[in-house]
Every structure is written in structure tokens, then in C-alpha cells.
């Protein structure tokens, strides 16, 4: 079993659709939870990091960590053509550890 | 803003061949890293670099080694390219662990 379980997609939506991304992880000593935004032919971007568990905003992200289910969420609102990209989850207690991505297409 | 640059974005390269990817970032980050990215098999370590002439193994190192002579400079060596590390190579640069910065990627084919 994987560390880190990523669905791989990939998920397309209409433009102004809310996204759900997700990873489930297995081990419990995770502290810092990311969320990577990685582009075609480009490296991956920090998008966001959340410290242990709950939620946090920016702008028309959302990051939300359960460590009780060892679970974590990006949701994108009003999703735009530009979003469209693979979303790297990743999360480390010493070393990091990424998610496969997944590839998300956002049609105008 | 960080950067952090490659020296090639595409390379191509044969068989045997020694292979030099030189990775520079200009934040005076302590860690730097090095990853091959694949499809589904996501991003993987092949060492990484806490301090300068200073290299730890990441999940996947044979068939590569590291040089870090600079602070800011970071080399992954292939001594003997082969196919099966055709790859597109990511170099990264940290002051925290969890929060780094990636180049443009390197895609590297071996014939």
C-alpha cells in the first residue's frame, strides 16, 4: 500500500464548477499537508500548506485536513480554464511524500 | 520571488553516456533536491542535499550520484545512461522541508 493514495483522474468540469480533489494517507506521524499545482512542461508550484488538521482559504481555494480519517481536500470555487493542470497532493512528519496527481481540465 | 533554474529543459542522450543535470537556485536555500517524475508513478527522491558537500540517499538512487560543491549549485550525475531513465527530472530547493520550490524540469531521453 502507497503512503500516499492520489486518484489519478482525470476530472474535467465546466468552467464555474466547484472541485473536489483528495488524498487519503496512511501514516498517522504526517504534520504538513500541501497541495501542488504543477502545469504542462512546467515543475510543480506551491499552491497551499496547512499545518496538522483544519481548513484554510485563499482566494478561491480550500485546503482541508482530517488526520482523524487521514484525509485531505482542495476545493477549487468558480473554477476557471486557467486551473486547468495536475494537482500534486504531498505531505511530510520528516520527508516529503507526493501524491501521483491528479490531472484536472476545466472547459470555457 | 524564488528561483530556481536548470540547465536544459530538453536533453537527449545514449546509452552509456555520462549525463550531467545542473540545477542553481538563488535564495541561499540549505536543501536541495533532486526527483524523476514518471507517469503513474508520481515524483520520486533520488538524493537530496542538507548542506554543501553533504548527500543523502532519496528511494531511488542507483544509477545516479550527486555533487554539491556551492551552496546554491546542485548536479545530479547519470554514470551510465540508460533507457529505462528516460525521465523527466525535477531539481527543488527548500529552507523548510515541507515548503519547496521546483524548476522547469529537465526531460531527458536515452537512446
Known amino acids: 500500500q502507497k503512503e500516499v493514495e492520489q486518484d489519478p483522474g482525470p476530472l474535467s468540469v465546466p468552467e464555474g464548477a466547484i472541485v473536489s480533489l483528495n488524498c487519503t494517507y496512511s501514516?498517522?506521524?504526517?504534520?504538513?499537508f500541501m497541495w501542488y499545482r504543477q502545469y504542462s512542461r512546467k515543475g510543480p508550484e506551491l499552491l497551499m500548506y496547512?499545518?496538522?488538521?483544519g481548513n484554510k482559504e485563499d482566494g478561491r481555494f480550500t485546503a482541508q485536513v482530517d488526520k482523524s480519517s487521514k484525509y485531505i481536500s482542495l476545493f477549487i470555487r468558480d473554477s476557471q480554464p486557467s486551473d486547468s493542470a495536475t494537482y500534486l497532493c504531498?505531505?511530510?512528519?520528516?520527508?516529503?511524500?507526493f501524491g501521483q496527481g491528479t490531472t484536472l481540465q476545466v472547459k470555457p | 520571488d524564488v528561483k530556481v533554474t536548470q540547465s536544459s529543459r530538453y536533453l537527449v542522450k545514449r546509452t552509456g553516456e555520462k549525463v550531467f543535470l545542473e540545477c542553481v537556485q538563488d535564495?541561499?536555500?540549505?536543501?536541495m533536491f533532486w526527483y524523476r517524475q514518471d507517469p503513474g508513478l508520481g515524483l520520486r527522491l533520488i538524493y537530496f542535499?542538507?548542506?554543501?558537500?553533504?548527500?543523502e540517499k532519496g528511494d531511488i538512487p542507483e544509477g545516479y550520484s550527486v555533487s554539491r560543491e556551492k551552496k546554491e549549485r546542485f548536479s545530479l550525475i547519470l554514470e551510465s545512461a540508460s533507457t529505462n531513465q528516460t525521465s523527466m527530472y525535477l531539481c527543488?530547493?527548500?529552507?523548510?522541508?515541507?515548503?519547496?520550490?521546483f524548476g522547469p524540469g529537465t526531460r531527458l531521453t536515452v537512446t
Open positions: 527543488a530547493s527548500s529552507l523548510a522541508h515541507y515548503e519547496q520550490y
Open positions: 501514516n498517522s506521524a504526517f504534520q504538513y
Open positions: 496547512t499545518y496538522s488538521s
Open positions: 504531498a505531505m511530510t512528519g520528516g520527508k516529503l511524500i
Open positions: 535564495m541561499d536555500h540549505e536543501n
Open positions: 542535499s542538507y548542506d554543501v558537500k553533504m548527500k
